[in-house]
């Protein structure tokens, strides 16, 4: 809204000298005198008559059409709780209609909310068409703080119900499948004993997710691939990545196989035998695939995929079939002797698995204590 409007709305009562129009927002002039409440009032009215077309009508105008009220001041920007769950709705909805029902505010003053917003921030941030509303770049930017907002939220009411029954927490762990099924249990196994009053989610998922899930709250800490195949996120700022172990493969193939004895296996001399292998797409799987290409081979034909890897190793157990896989999923197997272990002739360099917290994010003693008895069990995980 251009400052020419909002002093035309004035002069109609009281003359404003001096005025900026960031200042008529607040209800002050730039004298540093509190406009009337009459004043304020009429403010208002005019700033939702001339929000509403803008959302409402039938055509939404071009970047050119929507002025903003003078540049936004930035270190003093005002977005409130209500508006980033106004635009949540609407990006989870789809519609202004949908997202108005679902929050249970009138379509008109959801809009309101959203032109507010949008004056606030000086950009545009939801499109209507006939198809319904979806955010633009900057809608989608902004996204990310509403969730991290709502996960906060979340978290801060179940901690107070936790609080009333006497249990820590809640603590949201997050691991890709090696590190979900290795040490993860075995932390949280000893955690347990010292507080067996606790709450916790743990959340397998891939390192991509799993870093989503820390950006927007909704994890606490995370145990994936920090470097090597498959990390993603090591350059960014906000994330602090501390290594923990490092994560080898081998062959593997049950006990009693013709191979078991072997010294090491060739991937190029084995190609042709049957093979047990993560789903097509894993982070694991383009590992291994990368280990025949580098070898000039084609991945192998006969070949049976299986998820999750529980399923693939007693599948390993009752065939003739060999996998890849880390000694840290295996370890179990390993220390029983169901499982043999092949040294590959073909090793790719070892992938480094570690912590992965935010670094302006305050952190619970519950998650402080895990952390800690992380670094603790770390050197049994080391393997090559």
Avoid at 86 to 91: D, G, P, S, T, V
Avoid at 136 to 141: E, K, N, Q, S, V
Avoid at 251 to 272: D, I, K, M, P
Wanted: neutral net charge; hydrophobic residues 40%.
């Amino acid at each position: 809204m251009t400052a020419g409007r909002w002093i035309g709305a004035l002069s109609l009562d009281v003359a404003v000298p001096n005025c900026d129009p960031n200042c008529l927002r607040s209800g002050r002039v730039s004298l540093g005198l509190p406009l009337p409440p009459h004043m304020v009032f009429r403010l208002a009215l005019l700033h939702v008559r001339e929000a509403r077309p803008r959302l409402i009508g039938g055509v939404s105008p071009s970047p050119v059409d929507y002025p903003v009220s003078r540049s936004p001041d930035f270190s003093r920007m005002d977005i409130s709780p209500r508006q980033l769950a106004h635009l949540l709705a609407i990006h989870r909805s789809g519609s202004l209609l949908r997202a108005s029902e679902g929050l249970g505010v009138a379509q008109p003053s959801l809009s309101v909310s959203v032109a507010r917003l949008e004056d606030v921030t000086g950009h545009r941030l939801v499109e209507r068409g006939r198809h319904g509303a979806k955010l633009t770049a900057a809608g989608l930017a902004l996204l990310r703080h509403a969730e991290s907002l709502e996960a906060v939220l979340q978290t801060a009411g179940e901690e107070m119900r936790n609080l009333r029954v006497g249990v820590a927490g809640p603590l949201i762990v997050g691991g890709t499948p090696l590190s979900a099924s290795s040490i993860i249990p075995d932390i949280l196994s000893s955690l347990y004993r010292e507080q067996p009053a606790m709450a916790c989610s743990v959340i397998e998922g891939s390192d991509d997710d799993l870093l989503a899930g820390l950006l927007t709250h909704r994890i606490d800490v995370v145990i994936s691939t920090i470097s090597g195949h498959g990390s993603s996120g090591r350059e960014r700022e906000d994330i602090a990545n501390e290594p923990l172990f490092g994560a080898g493969v081998a062959a593997l193939v049950r006990a009693g196989h013709s191979l078991a004895g072997e010294r090491e296996l060739s991937l190029t001399e084995h190609r042709e035998a049957l093979w047990v292998m993560p789903p097509e797409g894993s982070t694991f799987t383009t590992l291994v695939e990368a280990l025949f290409t580098t070898a000039g081979l084609a991945f192998p034909e006969r070949i049976i995929r299986a998820a999750p890897f529980g399923v693939l190793k007693e599948i390993v157990r009752r065939t003739d079939g060999i996998t890849i896989l880390s000694h840290q999923i295996v370890r179990s197997e390993l220390e029983d002797g169901s499982l043999v272990a092949l040294p590959l002739r073909q090793q790719p360099a070892k992938r480094i698995f570690g912590l992965r917290t935010l670094k302006q994010h305050p952190m619970s003693a519950l998650a402080r204590r895990f952390i800690e008895i992380a670094r603790e069990k770390a050197v049994d995980y080391d393997h090559a």
